[in-house]
């Protein structure tokens, strides 16, 4: 500022008491709160490492059980009126709107998401997917699928560890709307607000086996997938998953959608507003610390202005605050797991071994914990691993184009086909560039912006079906 | 096909060449080979090009190659294209009705309500061309100062397995929605009964589709399909030709680049010809702030 003035903030934390954090949680199956037959295991805090809870997981045994509540609830539950079925989501969207405090320090504390991201994006939209899907609950008929469309049974849905309650909502709140009875399983790393909203749910009144919710990992996600009392499966997560889970589901064919990952590229033309570009540019990568499948990973910069905005862009970053996620003045929080850390650190350094040039802002990052410096790549090219591979960390590769064919040669040139942003102020490119971009998602002078109104899914191999919007019923209806 | 007539006994008739149509040309196979098409009875009727694998990987980048006109063309231009079509093929119908017959050993009055109810979809389909963005679209009323709307896009390169029969209107039934989205097409005609296919594609070739747009291959389903379901630069599957016991294998293949497969349901009322069509486009969403 030039001021002298100290224009540091004083630290702001979010009491962790809020979190209601219990010694252990449970599965739920059946309506009832009950230790799984698998191992249990500590979740870890990734801001420091340390425990937060034990969870008791799920064992294929507790598939079965959850299989056989959920069959035999889906008859009921399915020939309830869609009005009915309405009220118990609405009530679930209250809840966790009037539990939102709690919900959204308890994801940060699980997931490392900066407090304000999880109390200002997570939580309210997590409760707004329920409020909308409710809506529908009655009005299937008009939905455009025909007079009477029927649900599609159980469904098995696998969720990420990136926006873990979020991602609950936009699985469970439009299958239950549609009339299907629902197996959820969170993410490893992340079960906490998923079994809280187990909790919400069974306060909600839902009748029992409804909605049955199984913490644990991988071979609790292919005994989902490979039960054959299940009709739909529902993923979110990488593609190299998704690709097995196609794979098998191959013989049984059950239906599928799949939302996996991305490589987006976000475009900045050079009569961009370059102020708001580097905002979204920041949103784009550095929201929810990269671990976003719909993240602007690449950065695709005219020519004439990349100087200026990759100046501009470290001059931003300079003021990015990273550390405490339950400080409500942090930007970027840790990163959720050793695992992802590792993945993004050698990734990252493939980045600079391959000759790109890295840079980070000078930050301090926690000595304990799982931490990842935000991190801008220039000079670099499209055979780079960093600007083919789906990193999923704070770390931007910046490429430069001279024509909008090139941009979009550019922007396409990826097996992906998630998202992509537009920056400029010329409203015919926009319509144009939306129109050539092979993603399910474009941003136009704005970016990671999400509303359960919004159908969301992939092009290509980052996945088919669309959650969100009229469009997100037609995954859970026998159409 | 159908037998001389008595003052033509001293005329020999022209016999055809079953050729495959590939990037808006007649090639022969590749490889050289054909095979011969019976009819039920076991006479000769033709023999067709046996389609190879490589075949399949020149039809796929004519198909390619074609979709970026083909999607980019407007809904209006795509419908007359396809209406087009159904002009000239209503000039065939007698040939394409011997062929069914032939093939198919039905009767005659059957044959012809096969073809025409094959002409007849592509007058449907040519009018969905310019109004299924209405109905699969939507302006979606987000919490905040966005406009924001979806729109349908076609998928890419759709390859299709027709069914073995009705042979005419089993292939036209399938390809006609794909490629009325702006998708372009590499099409396996039913095995045993192509003749019927192959002279379909003879009335595309000079019609105002656009080379590759539709790319059509004969030979042996059990041969090609794999490389068809395996291929990288094909993005959709319609296996609803197939009987589920062939399909398993063909899914896991597709799984390779997350290609989107279609089986089908049962019908053939206008719901289920609409969800053909909405099969095998992509929903994008867009997203612009509102304000002064």
Request: a neutral charge; aromatic letters at 8%.
């Amino acid at each position: 500022m030039g001021t002298g003035m100290n224009l540091d903030y004083a630290p702001a934390p979010e009491s962790r008491d809020l979190a209601r954090l219990r010694p252990a949680y449970q599965a739920f199956i059946d309506g009832t709160f009950r230790d799984g037959r698998g191992e249990a295991i500590k979740t870890l805090n990734p801001a420091d490492g340390t425990p937060l809870a034990e969870v008791s997981q799920a064992s294929p045994a507790d598939v079965d059980d959850a299989v056989v509540a959920a069959r035999r609830a889906f008859g009921p539950w399915s020939r309830l009126s869609g009005a009915q079925r309405g009220k118990y989501l609405f009530r679930i969207a209250r809840v966790i709107q009037e539990r939102s405090r709690e919900l959204a320090v308890l994801e940060s504390l699980d997931n490392g998401k900066p407090i304000r991201e999880s109390r200002d994006v997570d939580i309210p939209l997590a409760a707004a997917h329920f409020f909308y899907y409710a809506g529908w609950a009655d009005k299937l008929d008009c939905a455009g699928f025909g007079p009477h469309p029927q649900p599609v049974g159980v469904a098995g849905q696998i969720i990420p560890w990136n926006f873990p309650l979020l991602m609950a909502a936009w699985k469970i709140a439009p299958a239950l709307a549609c009339g299907n009875t629902v197996i959820l399983k969170p993410a490893e790393t992340t079960p906490l607000t998923a079994l809280v909203l187990a909790e919400i749910i069974a306060e909600a009144g839902l009748p029992p086996g409804v909605v049955n919710i199984l913490p644990g990992g991988p071979p609790i996600g292919q005994a989902i997938v490979a039960h054959p009392g299940i009709d739909k499966i529902a993923f979110t997560g990488s593609t190299t998953v998704g690709k097995a889970i196609q794979q098998a589901v191959a013989v049984s064919g059950q239906r599928l959608s799949l939302e996996l990952g991305g490589k987006g590229a976000n475009i900045v033309f050079d009569d961009a507003p370059i102020d708001q570009a580097i905002e979204g540019i920041v949103t784009g990568i550095f929201f929810n610390q990269g671990q976003v499948c719909c993240a602007g990973s690449r950065l695709l910069v005219q020519e004439s202005v990349a100087d200026e905005v990759v100046a501009s862009l470290r001059q931003r970053l300079l003021t990015l605050r990273v550390g405490d996620p339950l400080d409500k003045n942090t930007d970027i929080g840790a990163i959720n797991s050793a695992e992802q850390l590792a993945r993004i650190t050698s990734l990252a350094d493939a980045g600079e071994a391959e000759g790109a040039s890295r840079w980070s802002p000078p930050c301090e990052l926690p000595a304990r914990g799982y931490w990842f410096a935000p991190t801008v790549f220039t000079g670099v090219s499209q055979a780079h691993r960093i600007a083919r591979e789906e990193i999923f960390g704070p770390v931007l590769s910046v490429l430069t184009f001279r024509t909008p064919a090139e941009a979009i040669e550019k922007a396409n040139n990826t097996p992906y086909g998630l998202s992509a942003g537009v920056w400029t102020e010329k409203g015919s490119r926009i319509l144009a560039m939306a129109k050539e971009l092979r993603a399910g998602v474009v941003w136009a002078n704005t970016f990671n912006r999400f509303d359960p109104a919004s159908p969301f899914g992939g092009y290509k191999e980052s996945g088919f079906g669309r959650e969100g919007g009229r469009h997100g019923l037609e995954a859970y209806l026998d159409v | 096909m159908s037998e001389p007539t008595p003052e033509q006994q001293d005329r020999l008739p022209v016999r055809k060449t079953y050729k495959l149509y590939v990037g808006g040309a007649f090639p022969r196979s590749e490889s050289g080979r054909s095979y011969p098409v019976t009819s039920p009875s076991g006479v000769v009727l033709a023999h067709v090009a046996q389609a190879s694998r490589k075949d399949v990987r020149d039809a796929v980048r004519a198909a390619r190659a074609a979709f970026t006109g083909w999607a980019a063309a407007t809904g209006y231009n795509r419908g007359q294209v396809l209406y087009r079509v159904a002009e000239l093929l209503e000039g065939r119908r007698d040939q394409l009705a011997a062929e069914v017959r032939a093939t198919e050993a039905c009767s005659l009055s059957l044959a012809r309500a096969q073809v025409d109810a094959a002409i007849d979809r592509w007058v449907y389909y040519a009018g969905w061309a310019d109004k299924y963005d209405q109905v699969a679209g939507t302006t979606n009323p987000v919490s905040g100062a966005y406009f924001n709307f979806s729109v349908p896009e076609p998928t890419g390169v759709v390859a299709v397995i027709a069914p073995p029969r009705p042979s005419l209107l089993g292939i036209v039934n399938a390809m006609v929605p794909v490629i009325t989205s702006g998708n372009t097409a590499v099409v396996l005609a039913s095995q045993d009964h192509p003749l019927s296919a192959v002279s379909l594609s003879e009335a595309l070739g000079p019609s105002d589709l656009p080379a590759g747009v539709v790319n059509i291959l004969t030979g042996h389903t059990a041969e090609l399909a794999p490389w068809l379901a395996s291929h990288r630069d094909v993005n959709a599957l319609d296996l609803a030709g197939l009987p589920e016991e062939d399909r398993a294998s063909l899914r896991i293949a597709a799984a390779d680049n997350v290609k989107r497969v279609y089986t089908g349901r049962p019908g053939s009322d206008n719901r289920h010809a609409l969800s053909r069509l909405l099969a095998f486009v992509e929903t994008k969403t867009v997203w612009h702030p509102t304000g002064f």
